[in-house]
Every structure is written in structure tokens, then in C-alpha cells.
């Protein structure tokens, strides 16, 4: 099983499927990274030799921003629109959603589940 980048890689699955494990690498980014170090994408991941993974993790630690650092300058990037009050980051704060879905329906993963109804009767005690 090859570990890139902190992140095992499932050992049955083609290479340019196997790095779209790692957070911030998507199957474009993928092939692109395949086409430069000249590996075929349908290669298994176990079929890879060392010296394969060693170009892999050269290329993702130097071109690419990946797991905790692109985690982390998402989350700069978002307590800093909160930190000058911008809409996106009023909406942020709120719990809201951001890009200008409608709230009266739906938004139910941002909003949260269905709050229980104000002033429903209750059954009578006997």
C-alpha cells in the first residue's frame, strides 16, 4: 500500500483514481500529474515501484497545496471574510448558505434539521 502525503492509497485501484484519496487532488489533477512524470493512469497502485511514488510525492510537495495546509487556508480564507463582515462571511457566521440558494425551503444541510412546531396542543391529561 503506497502512503502519499500522509494518506494510504487503496492498493486495487488504478493510480489515477488511487490519488483522488488525497484531499485537494481531483481526477483532472490527477492525470495532469500522471502526464508529467509519464506514468500510464491504468497502472494499479500495488504495480507501482518505489521509484514511481517517490516522483508522485516530489511533484504533490512541491506544485501542490494539499490535506492540512489547503485545509488550513480554507479556513484563513473563511475567518477572514468573517473578520470584515462581508456577506459571504455574515452568512458563514449565521449558519446560512452562501451562494445564494433560497432559504425558505430546502438549505436544510446548512440550516440544520426541522425545528419541532410553536404552539402545537398537547393531548389533554386524563
Same mark, same amino acid.
Given at each position: 500500500?503506497?502512503?502519499?502525503?500522509?494518506? !494510504?492509497? &487503496? =492498493?486495487? $485501484?488504478?493510480?489515477?483514481?488511487?490519488?483522488?484519496?488525497?484531499?485537494?487532488?481531483? +481526477?483532472?489533477?490527477? +492525470?495532469?500529474?500522471?502526464? +508529467?512524470?509519464?506514468?500510464? &493512469?491504468?497502472?494499479?497502485?500495488? !504495480?507501482?515501484? !518505489?521509484?514511481?511514488?517517490?516522483?508522485?510525492?516530489?511533484?504533490?510537495?512541491?506544485?501542490?497545496?494539499?490535506?492540512?495546509?489547503? $485545509?488550513?487556508?480554507?479556513?484563513?480564507?473563511?475567518?477572514?471574510?468573517? !473578520?470584515?463582515?462581508?456577506?459571504?462571511?455574515?452568512?458563514?457566521?449565521?449558519?446560512? &448558505?452562501?451562494?445564494?440558494?433560497?432559504?425558505?425551503?430546502?438549505?436544510?444541510?446548512?440550516?440544520?434539521? =426541522? =425545528?419541532?412546531?410553536?404552539? +402545537?396542543? $398537547?393531548? &389533554?391529561?386524563?
Amino acid at each position: 500500500m503506497a502512503r502519499i502525503a500522509g494518506v !494510504d492509497l &487503496p =492498493k486495487n $485501484k488504478r493510480i489515477e483514481i488511487g490519488l483522488t484519496y488525497i484531499y485537494g487532488i481531483g +481526477k483532472s489533477q490527477s +492525470k495532469l500529474i500522471l502526464n +508529467k512524470i509519464n506514468i500510464n &493512469p491504468n497502472i494499479l497502485i500495488k !504495480d507501482l515501484n !518505489d521509484q514511481q511514488i517517490i516522483l508522485i510525492r516530489n511533484i504533490l510537495n512541491n506544485e501542490y497545496q494539499i490535506e492540512g495546509d489547503l $485545509k488550513r487556508l480554507e479556513a484563513l480564507n473563511i475567518k477572514r471574510l468573517m !473578520d470584515i463582515s462581508s456577506y459571504k462571511g455574515r452568512r458563514h457566521r449565521s449558519g446560512l &448558505p452562501i451562494r445564494g440558494q433560497r432559504t425558505r425551503t430546502n438549505a436544510r444541510t446548512r440550516r440544520g434539521t =426541522k =425545528k419541532t412546531i410553536a404552539g +402545537k396542543k $398537547k393531548a &389533554p391529561r386524563k
